[in-house]
Antibody
Framework: QLQLQESGPRLVKPSETLSLTCTIS??????????CGWIRQPPGKGLEWIGT???????YYSPSLESRVTISVATSKNEFSLKMTSVTAADTAVYYC??????????????????WGRGTLVTVSS | QSVLTQPPSVSGAPGQRVTISCTGS?????????VHWYQQLAGSAPKLLIY???NRPSGVPDRFSGSKSGTSASLGITGLQPEDEADYYC????????????FGTGTTVTVL
């Protein structure tokens, strides 16, 4: 069964770049129908979509974060990454890597997030 | 920042039925986009509970059900169980700006 696991620095200084990696086990990132991405949740708050990608290179980002975010894939390593530049305290959150489920007859915009990593807390502080 | 509004909390005694509303607008739920629901137990990652407005993934009890009407959606939990105590989030797609997946504000369900 496919599993996702986030990894990366837990503490990032303000104005620096946050970098996280999601490693996929139990399956392959270039398998058909696999769109993946990132979602975050500030402590005690709700969920926020960051971005989504397909292994061929198609990427989609939240309009509010698009200028600071890059999602890339390393197919040979069966992993994908998130980079967020110029972070501030407002970027402190639990970051989840996720998979979107392809549903028959549904467009990408109507897919749901059916698989989640355990999440990793990233704190932005000097 | 959330464009989908949920009540902060709902509560009920074991065995009762509770309903969580998710209110959107014409650019998301009202545009006909599917609504999905997630359950987040304390200290855990969210888990898909309902997809495509009223479909349950394998393993989710049929005590959970979803519906949608106009610019709103609802999650119903019948026969409330202690293990249902969690945070619940609705999610849809919003076509405004460049388009994005959007989540509800979240609702905490307390089993009395």
């Amino acid at each position: 069964q496919l599993q996702l696991q986030e990894s990366g620095p837990r503490l990032v200084k303000p104005s620096e770049t946050l970098s996280l990696t999601c490693t996929i086990s139990g399956g392959f990132i270039n398998a058909a129908s696999h769109y993946c991405g990132w979602i975050r949740q500030p402590p005690g708050k709700g969920l926020e979509w960051i971005g989504t990608f397909y292994y061929t290179g198609n990427t989609y980002y939240s309009p509010s974060l698009e200028s600071r975010v890059t999602i890339s894939v390393a197919t040979s390593k069966n992993e994908f990454s998130l980079k967020m530049t110029s972070v501030t305290a407002a970027d402190t959150a639990v970051y989840y890597c996720v998979r979107l489920a392809k549903r028959p007859g549904k467009a990408l915009r109507e897919w749901d997030f059916d698989l989640w990593g355990r999440g990793t807390l990233v704190t932005v502080s000097s | 920042q959330s464009v989908l509004t949920q009540p902060p909390s709902v509560s009920g005694a074991p065995g009762q039925r509770v309903t969580i509303s998710c209110t959107g607008s014409r650019s998301n739920i009202g545009a006909g986009y599917d609504v999905h629901w997630y359950q987040q137990l304390a200290g855990s990652a969210p888990k898909l509970l309902i997809y495509g407005t009223n479909n349950r993934p394998s393993g989710v009890p049929d005590r959970f059900s979803g519906s949608k009407s106009g610019t709103s959606a609802s999650l119903g939990i019948t026969g409330l169980q202690p293990e249902d105590e969690a945070d619940y989030y609705c999610q849809s797609f919003d076509s405004s700006l460049s388009g994005s997946y959007v989540f509800g504000t979240g609702t905490t369900v307390t089993v009395l």
